[in-house]
């Protein structure tokens, strides 16, 4: 952990950065979720393809639906894990204990299940590239924008779900339950925009798409910090 | 700091009945059976477009009055921490999930004779049907808290982002495709409905309401009287 003496109190953002590096350091040296999740990843899009007739649908149809399912799915997975880690020896105690805002603790939960997401998604997209045929080089970087924007919003509400159905009878199953309904925006805006951009559309054809997505994210990134202090009072 | 309001006995009103709910279900009785006997049938739909009268009104029911009552609990309780607020948002989402449940039947009724299709992914169709998902969540998530002010923020803060979220599948599914009639009777023109259908119309919307207002005070009767004996035994 930081090797400096803290003598006051870190800020929001210092604090939060704190609380990521400890998930990331977790995760880092045990990598089970990560693996876990990786390998769901590429076990879903192999299986997806073989649930459709190959000579009916077309690959690159078929491809941006699977990869943002697949996407939603997997991160539920590192969701799952972010509020779980905390139970050993109710570490989440000592977490809330510290001289640090409730805020902080979810900005920081939420930046580290960003970088799981998006470390699965970095797995994910070449694999789709590779088994469906498609070629995403041209349009990587609109890509990543675009999976990024998914993550957030994901991500935003998966970290605050996670808190609230780690401490429930039913954990497991409450977490995807509660959450698929929010993703669903996320999913169309996100798959909407890649049959686009895979299909060379004018970007003018995603933008109410977008829109929807980046919308998504700004309510739902405030609404969840705000709520998030609820999830976790004594 | 949560206010746990042990509510007295007299108000709990286990001894007396409730005349509300027989009053509802008489009222939505009656106005049936002015839909099917004494109002004219729809030139063009026929008989099928009676269903109108149960499947708008539960919508009706469920979406403006049931869910949104339930958002402004939850948010309402966040701030107050009032217990009764999270059992009215209990019993909200409890008994709009019955209407919705409700419309989400009669509709595939109503849109296999006259679209063609039991089930269509337009914009109302799926908002409501997501709404129906979550508030299962909701109630399952009741189900898996065993302590009493946990379940009340947690519900709150689902009920919350919820209310958010509905927009974003209507907006959404919108953008994607969209086949359901628009509004008949609220809209900027006159309802282009005849005067009797209409009479009967708004005579079914009072019906349903009263029928929601006195379900929903069964229930919240229920909770009541349910986190006082758990109050009572806890205390013994």
């Known amino acids: ?234 | 700091m949560t206010v746990h309001g042990t509510p007295a006995p007299a108000s709990a009103g286990a001894d007396h009945t409730d005349l509300l709910l027989p009053v509802g279900f008489v009222a939505v009785a009656a106005v049936y059976v002015r839909a099917i006997f004494f109002t004219p049938v729809e030139a063009v739909q026929g008989p099928a477009q009676k269903i109108l009268y149960v499947h708008a009104t539960s919508a009706f029911v469920a979406l403006y009055l049931a869910f949104a009552l339930m958002a402004v609990c939850s948010l309402l309780y966040l701030v107050l921490k009032d217990e009764k607020l999270d059992r009215l948002a209990e019993s909200l989402a409890e008994v709009g999930l019955a209407f919705t449940t409700v419309v989400l039947i009669t509709g595939p009724l109503w849109g296999k004779p006259i679209w063609g299709a039991w089930w269509t992914w337009d914009a109302r169709l799926t908002a409501t049907l997501f709404l129906w998902f979550i508030i299962l969540g909701y109630l399952l998530l009741r189900g898996a808290l065993e302590e009493r002010g946990m379940r009340a923020r947690y519900s709150a803060v689902l009920g919350m982002l919820a209310a958010l979220l509905v927009p974003f599948i209507h907006l959404s599914v919108y953008l994607f495709r969209t086949m359901h009639p628009m509004p008949i009777v609220l809209k900027p023109s006159a309802p282009s409905m005849s005067p009797e259908m209409l009479v009967t119309f708004m005579s079914s919307f009072l019906a349903f309401t009263l029928l929601f207002a006195g379900l929903l005070r069964a229930r919240y009767r229920y909770a009541t009287l349910r986190d006082l004996l758990q109050d009572r035994e806890a205390a013994r």
């Open chain 1, 1 to 234: 952990m930081p090797d400096v003496a803290l003598a006051t109190p870190p800020g929001m953002l210092r604090a939060a950065w704190l609380v990521a590096r400890k998930d990331l350091a977790i995760e880092f040296r045990t990598r089970t979720a990560f693996f876990s999740a990786m390998v769901f990843a590429l076990l879903g899009l192999t299986i997806f393809y073989f649930a459709w007739d190959a000579t009916a649908v077309a690959a690159i149809d078929l491809a941006p639906g699977v990869l943002w399912v697949i996407f939603t799915f997997s991160g539920l997975l590192g969701l799952q894990r972010s509020f779980g880690i905390e139970q050993a020896d109710r570490a989440m105690d000592a977490l809330l204990g510290a001289p640090v805002d409730r805020e902080a603790i979810y900005l920081g939960k939420a930046l580290a299940n960003i970088v799981f997401v998006a470390g699965v998604q970095v797995v994910a997209l070449p694999a789709v590239g590779l088994f469906y045929n498609v070629p995403l080089g041209a349009v990587a970087l609109p890509l990543a924008g675009l999976a990024l924007l998914a993550a957030i919003g994901i991500v935003a509400v998966g970290t605050l779900f996670s808190a609230m159905a780690v401490n429930t009878r039913l954990a497991e199953l409450l977490l995807p339950m509660l959450s698929l309904p929010f993703f669903l925006p996320i999913v169309m805006a996100a798959a909407q925009t890649t049959a686009r951009l895979l299909a060379g559309r004018p970007a003018s054809e995603a933008w109410p798409w977008l829109r929807i997505l980046l919308a998504f994210d700004l309510v739902f990134v405030v609404a969840c910090t705000l709520a998030f202090p609820f999830t976790v009072e004594e």
